[in-house]
């Protein structure tokens, strides 16, 4: 097993600058996913860790050998891409075993990989099947299967679970992550979608434009976004933001929203100083706001209360989905499915302040 380290890499198509002095270290064994919107050049980093493309500028260090110059091949790596990229005219045997041959793996232990492999993965009986008999979840373990045998020190995942139907990409990537904890292989996942990346990965790196925005634990990420994409980016429904005005009242440092005034706790109140009388955006997350007449985990008081008009009721079972507007700003929340919410009617909102986030309008960075 190794590490992985990006030191400052550029890639450049022309005029078009496609990843921006990307720096990133992966650990032995560590589960590193990248996550961004389309173009935002998380699968260009991934092919440049494998070789499949070349690096403008920077260095791509794999254990203690930089690899800018080695050939995919001797880099010691395995890529599972989102298209499968099986041999049609291959078994399921042939497609695992193929790599290994040309390595020139004695036939005795490309059989015992290729068995061992296919019953962890529970294809042991599709051996002989060709990929076109086989279901878009059995390809899937199939791709994943030829990767693992050929037990490299860094596996490189691009995008793996995107052609699988929602029931099928929640079972196989949990299959993922335990066949990681077993196997112990550094890897490096590619996704745009933050479901994946919060599920399955030990840290996140998150990506926009080409520019790695944060880097940390998917929980961390998700109760301390550094700037208003990526906390509007991790989490579902995405985060609210609010545009508003922090104000001092008396002893009360408050954050007016027009239609509202929440006042802030005394943690908060101390960071929201520098900015007083500044324009700010709050931004809450949907499963942070509240019905104040259903039993509550936050005590409902006028400090952070607002009166929203119910727009949208959208029932998901134990949660409903709420679409509201209050001092003008749409809003979601996801509140119990005891609410008694109707469209149309007002509905008592309560504010979890201690979870609240502040945003600069114009940099759009995290203030507190």
Do not use: W
């Not at 976004?225 to 002893?251: C, D, E, H, R």
């Not at 908060?268 to 509550?296: C, E, H, N, W, Y």
């Not at 006028?302 to 003008?328: F, H, K, Q, W």
């Amino acid at each position: 097993m190794a590490s992985v380290k990006l030191s400052n890499i550029i890639k450049r198509y022309g005029a078009v600058t496609a990843v921006q002095n990307l720096s990133l270290d992966v650990a032995d064994k560590e589960f590193m996913v990248l996550v961004g919107p389309s173009g935002c050049g998380k699968t260009t980093a991934l092919r440049m860790i494998a070789g499949l493309e070349e690096i403008t500028e920077g260095e791509v260090r794999i254990g203690d050998r930089v690899v800018n110059d080695v050939e995919p091949r001797d880099r010691d790596i395995a890529m599972v891409f989102q298209n499968y990229a099986l041999y049609p005219h291959m078994t399921v045997y042939q497609n695992m075993a193929f790599g290994l041959e040309l390595r020139k793996v004695p036939k005795a232990e490309i059989e015992r990989r290729v068995n061992e492999t296919a019953k962890m993965l529970a294809i042991e009986t599709y051996l002989k099947r060709k990929p076109k008999e086989l279901s878009g979840g059995q390809r899937q373990r199939v791709a994943l299967g030829r990767a693992i045998v050929r037990e490299p020190q860094v596996f490189l995942m691009d995008e793996p679970l995107s052609n699988l139907d929602a029931q099928l990409r929640v079972q196989t990537r949990a299959e993922i992550v335990k066949l990681h904890r077993r196997l112990g292989i550094t890897t490096i996942y590619v996704t745009h979608d933050q479901v994946e990346a919060m599920t399955m990965g030990t840290r996140i790196a998150v990506m926009k434009d080409g520019i790695l925005q944060q880097c940390d634990k998917p929980m961390s990420i998700y109760a301390h976004p550094v700037n208003m994409f990526v906390a509007g980016f991790i989490g579902t429904p995405s985060m609210n933001f609010l545009p508003a005005k922090l104000v001092q009242n008396g002893a009360a440092t408050t954050i007016d929203g027009g239609g509202f005034k929440l006042t802030l706790p005394e943690d908060k109140a101390a960071l929201a100083q520098t900015f007083l009388d500044k324009d700010v955006v709050l931004g809450v997350r949907p499963a942070d706001l509240f019905d104040s007449d259903l039993p509550i985990s936050i005590p409902a008081t006028s400090g952070n209360m607002a009166v929203a008009n119910v727009d949208v009721v959208e029932p998901m079972g134990d949660i409903c989905t709420i679409y509201l507007t209050a001092g003008g700003n749409q809003i979601i929340a996801t509140i119990n499915s005891e609410t008694k919410a109707k469209e149309g009617q007002p509905l008592n909102l309560a504010f979890d302040m201690s979870k609240i986030h502040v945003f600069d309008p114009t940099t759009e960075l995290a203030l507190f």
